[in-house]
């Protein structure tokens, strides 16, 4: 992204955060960049463009920064979680006055772009979340996965309220430690514990969620296929893809192939954000096999 599309919408923040989405013009985000309405509009389309690539920004600085720090402790998938949780309250903290300002401009029963972006960003959460969950807690947390999820989900919530609204001065880094050892606890002690939220699967055969990991799988190729060859791995993340889907197609499938394919595509960081919801379904999918 360019330097000066990036002052736009670094400019776009702070007035949609002082104003409001609503009482914010194109001429105020233009003048508070120091071009002209006409130098707004070869940039953006609308501000609505700004509002979906602001969102976008954030979701994938949280993402960046959260699987940077997977790499590096790799070996220990509790404390990846324990910082995968300090980085969500430390970007939720950063951009709260921002996610103010929309939701108090853009009610959840709005239509347009803004809310089903606000909606997809959500569900992308949700699904990262499962995914980190399943990662630091391995298959024994499958049967309430949702559950646990929506679990780390309120606690999150709630301290971030207490931050934000109430001012309580928290260390994030010991927060996040706190509240992933919280998630320990009950998988340690889950002996009395049984799902309350449906599976994802449930109710569904084993082919028709074949199916649905193959056309997913197919749509995400194709839009591979579709952008320019920026990455040297094209080629092989092509074939890649070709074999999931054939082996997803046959009637048994080979579950450690699977794995390895999906592991190597989820390597390359043009496919992390894509691939995220597959790998959990993909995941819960096995253990309702077993």
């Not at 699967?201 to 194709?222: C, H, N, P, Y």
């Not at 192939?257 to 390597?267: H, I, P, T």
Request: proline letters at 3%.
């Amino acid at each position: 992204m360019g330097q000066r599309r990036e002052e736009m919408l670094d400019a776009a923040v702070q007035l949609f955060q002082e104003n409001g989405f609503h009482a914010t013009s194109v001429e105020d985000i233009a003048r508070a960049s120091g071009i002209s309405k006409g130098g707004f509009y070869k940039h953006f389309d609308s501000k609505e463009t700004m509002i979906l690539e602001l969102l976008q920004r954030y979701y994938n600085e949280m993402f960046r920064e959260a699987d940077r720090f997977s790499e590096d402790l790799k070996e220990s998938p509790l404390l990846v979680l324990k910082k995968k949780i300090t980085i969500e309250l430390e970007k939720s903290i950063d951009y709260r006055y921002f996610f103010h300002a929309i939701v108090t401009d853009f009610s959840p029963n709005d239509t347009g772009p803004v809310p089903k972006s606000l909606d997809h960003i959500q569900h992308k959460l949700h699904e990262w979340r499962k995914y980190a969950l399943l990662e630091a807690f391995g298959s024994k947390s499958k049967n309430y996965l949702s559950d646990l999820a929506v679990v780390m989900e309120g606690i999150i919530h709630s301290y971030l309220m207490k931050i934000i609204w109430q001012g309580t001065d928290l260390p994030l880094d010991m927060l996040g430690d706190f509240i992933a050892e919280c998630l320990q606890a009950i998988v340690a002690n889950d002996e009395n514990i049984f799902p309350v939220l449906p599976g994802s699967l449930s109710g569904d055969s084993r082919a028709s969620i074949q199916e649905d990991l193959k056309l997913q799988l197919d749509a995400i190729r194709t839009e591979l296929d579709r952008e320019p060859e920026t990455f040297s791995s094209f080629e092989k993340d092509i074939q890649t893809f070709d074999l999931l889907i054939e082996e997803l197609g046959q009637e048994k499938v080979r579950e450690f192939l699977v794995d390895a394919l999906l592991a190597q595509l989820y390597r390359r960081p043009n496919l992390k954000e894509k691939l995220t919801s597959i790998l959990t379904t993909w995941e819960v999918w096995k253990g309702d096999l077993t």
